[in-house]
């Protein structure tokens, strides 16, 4: 069964960071990019970052540019999000989430699978 | 920023049609999906480069994009179809409209 499981997710002062992580199972990990989303509370949907199969090209919404960096080990199957300076309008549920390659265009057009989400909350 | 609008509420009869809307600049020149998402779940893609489904997806659930519009269509609405629905394209990054809550009445 393909499977995402996000961890890491908790309450943490403004300024403060965070780690998360996402575990692949039941699909080649390393075929696909991947994708942090986020949600806050009555929110509709908001794509964090991206992240190329093998870990050479990142991108970021400008809103975490600087303070948000995504990684991945696929020895280990999994996907991570460090958040640094965090603030309260990060406070969000993240998603961690599949991206398919189109082998015929070479382009990425819409996220498959998706966790089950881990709750951030940014406050004093 | 490139940005996508959908209208905040659709509401359909049991059996009958919806059509929610997400409307970009030159939307039909991008691939457009749709993903639905109840209550306290996970987003579940429904449509993926414009009108394709994803095995597991009924039939019922269609899509189309042309122009400045692509269309999400729900024929013979059940109230399991309840949800909000969200489109979302690929500009120079990941861009999502701000969902339509479907209510089934």
């Known amino acids: 069964e393909v499977q995402l499981v996000e961890s890491g997710g908790g309450l943490v002062q403004p300024g403060g960071s965070l780690r998360l992580s996402c575990a692949a199972s039941?699909?080649?990990?390393?075929?696909?990019?991947m994708s942090w989303v986020r949600q806050a509370p009555g929110k509709g949907l908001e794509w964090v970052a991206n992240?190329?199969?093998?870990?050479?090209?990142?991108y970021y919404v400008d809103s975490v540019k600087g303070r948000f960096t995504i990684s991945r080990d696929n020895a280990k199957n999994s996907l991570y999000l460090q958040m640094n300076s965090l603030r309260a309008e990060d406070t969000a549920v993240y998603y961690c989430?599949?991206?398919?390659?189109?082998?015929?265009?070479?382009?990425?057009?819409?996220?498959?699978?998706w966790g089950k989400g881990t709750t951030v909350t940014v406050s004093s | 920023s490139y940005e996508l609008t959908q209208p905040p509420s659709v509401s359909v009869s049991p059996g009958q049609t919806a059509s929610i809307t997400c409307s970009g600049d030159?939307?039909?020149?991008?691939?457009a999906c749709w993903y639905q998402q109840k209550p306290g779940q996970s987003p579940v893609l429904v449509i993926y480069q414009d009108s394709k489904r994803p095995s597991g997806i009924p039939e019922r659930f269609s899509g189309s994009n042309s122009g400045n519009t692509a269309t999400l269509t729900i024929s013979g609405t059940q109230a399991m179809d309840e949800a909000d629905y969200y489109c979302q394209a690929w500009d120079r990054d990941v861009v999502f409209g701000g969902g339509t809550k479907l209510t089934v009445l």
């Open positions: 030159k939307l039909g020149d991008k691939y």
């Open positions: 039941g699909f080649t990990f390393s075929s696909y990019w």
């Open positions: 989430a599949r991206v398919p390659i189109d082998y015929g265009s070479g382009k990425t057009y819409y996220m498959d699978v």
């Open positions: 992240i190329k199969q093998d870990g050479s090209e990142k």
